[in-house]
């Protein structure tokens, strides 16, 4: 095992005018972890202290990868471990394409825009304790955006409801797939 290396020094490997590096294709070595954490809100830390260039959370972002239940900043020649609170990206707008069928397309905080389909479900997780709704959408590689309330609002204007089975379930479509937002 080598030394981890400074977030920066993994930046100089990949660039970000370019599409999505190909993570799956890599199999660099473990490095170790390092001092970075990604929190429930989406904001990105190093050593304790926020990272406040949106261009290097967004190159980041792009070489984030989930293996076994645990995330990693990967390239081509090291992969590192970081901590994420929930989930590592953040949904921050969507929008309705009317067509046949619907298509909705969200974007996350650092610009990526993803449509919910089959591969990228939506799925809303309930607290018990509260009962407060947690929405969430596949992004990439399994890894989540956690869905912003005024996004999930949103959302809730369009679900049609669906009591074919004798259960009031809130619906979506996007791509064909019905998605459950919810139920009463």
Not at 89 to 95: A, P, T
Request: hydrophobic letters at 35%; a negative charge; glycine letters at 8%.
């Amino acid at each position: 095992m080598t030394i981890p290396t400074h977030p920066e020094n993994l930046l100089k490997q990949v660039r970000s005018d370019q599409p999505l590096p190909p993570l799956e294709q890599w199999s660099p070595e473990f490095c170790g972890d390092i001092p970075m954490r990604i929190s429930r809100d989406g904001r990105w830390f190093y050593q304790g202290g926020e990272i406040k260039r949106a261009a290097m959370v967004k190159m980041f972002s792009r070489i984030l990868w989930m293996e076994g239940g645990q995330y990693f900043l990967k390239t081509p020649v090291e992969k590192v471990g970081i901590e994420v609170e929930d989930v590592p990206f953040q949904v921050i707008s969507v929008q309705r394409l009317e067509q046949d069928p619907p298509v909705l397309v969200f974007e996350t905080a650092t610009g990526e825009r993803v449509e919910a389909d089959a591969e990228h479900p939506l799925r809303v997780e309930i607290n018990p304790a509260t009962g407060e709704p947690s929405p969430y959408l596949m992004i990439r590689w399994g890894m989540e955006g956690r869905i912003q309330r005024n996004v999930y609002y949103q959302l809730a204007e369009w679900v049609e409801v669906d009591n074919t089975t004798g259960v009031e379930y809130w619906t979506i479509d996007s791509h064909g797939q019905c998605f459950v937002l919810g139920e009463n």
